[in-house]
């Protein structure tokens, strides 16, 4: 999808740099790009990991792709190209809460690697955490919590991912989580372990 590219605009740096923010409360922002199929959980661990992380008194922000669609992307469907243009979007916005030194949960189906590597290589390494929530087909059928799967059975909708359109999953991801046998406290803490094991926010000592 082409996007127009504005003239004569600088990068305004600021005064407060990203660092000075961490080094204030002992971590490192990332953003932690939560990709899987509609149903999977992507969400609903997000929400509880941000949860978990504001308990201890880290910044933290859930970007629901589904939101987003309300406001930034709401002009775009659900084509390849659209899709890659509304994930770049997100992208961009999550490498502002990085710099802000939050650390941003992105739940967003993104079911194209392209997309997602170019989001990995647009951001400095270690800011990026690829994280596949994993469930079957079936099993997110089965959930449907949205009503998707249920519509697109019926033919009102043609393109669901993985039913409709391909869901291409990571290759090499920071984490697999598998949504389908884990409870949600276990994938929650799954994610807070490796964040603390690679230095991205302390131990919990509490």
């Not at 961490?22 to 790009?33: C, F, M, T, V």
């Not at 509880?48 to 792709?65: F, H, K, N, Q, S």
């Not at 949960?105 to 392209?114: D, G, H, I």
Request: glycine share 10%; with cysteine.
């Amino acid at each position: 999808m082409c996007v127009a590219r504005a003239t004569n605009i600088h990068w305004q740096t600021g005064h407060v740099t990203r660092e000075q923010r961490e080094s204030a409360g002992g971590y490192r922002a990332a953003a932690l790009w939560l990709t899987g199929l509609s149903g999977s959980g992507k969400s609903t661990l997000a929400q509880a990991v941000e949860r978990e992380l504001c308990r201890r008194g880290l910044p933290a922000y859930v970007l629901d792709g589904d939101n987003v669609r309300h406001g930034l992307s709401s002009d775009l469907g659900f084509s390849p190209a659209e899709r890659g243009e509304h994930i770049r979007r997100i992208g961009e916005v999550a490498k502002l809460f990085v710099d802000a030194a939050v650390i941003v949960l992105c739940a967003v189906v993104s079911p194209y690697r392209a997309d997602r590597d170019r989001l990995r290589a647009a951001m400095p390494a270690g800011d990026f955490i690829e994280i596949h929530v994993n469930a079957s087909v079936e099993a997110c059928r089965a959930r449907d919590p949205k009503g998707l799967y249920g519509k697109a059975a019926a033919g009102e909708i043609a393109d669901l991912t993985g039913v409709g359109a391909p869901y291409e999953p990571p290759e090499h991801p920071e984490l697999v989580l598998d949504t389908e046998e884990q409870e949600l406290g276990e994938s929650v803490a799954e994610v807070i372990r490796f964040l603390e094991q690679r230095g991205y926010i302390p131990g919990n000592h509490a």
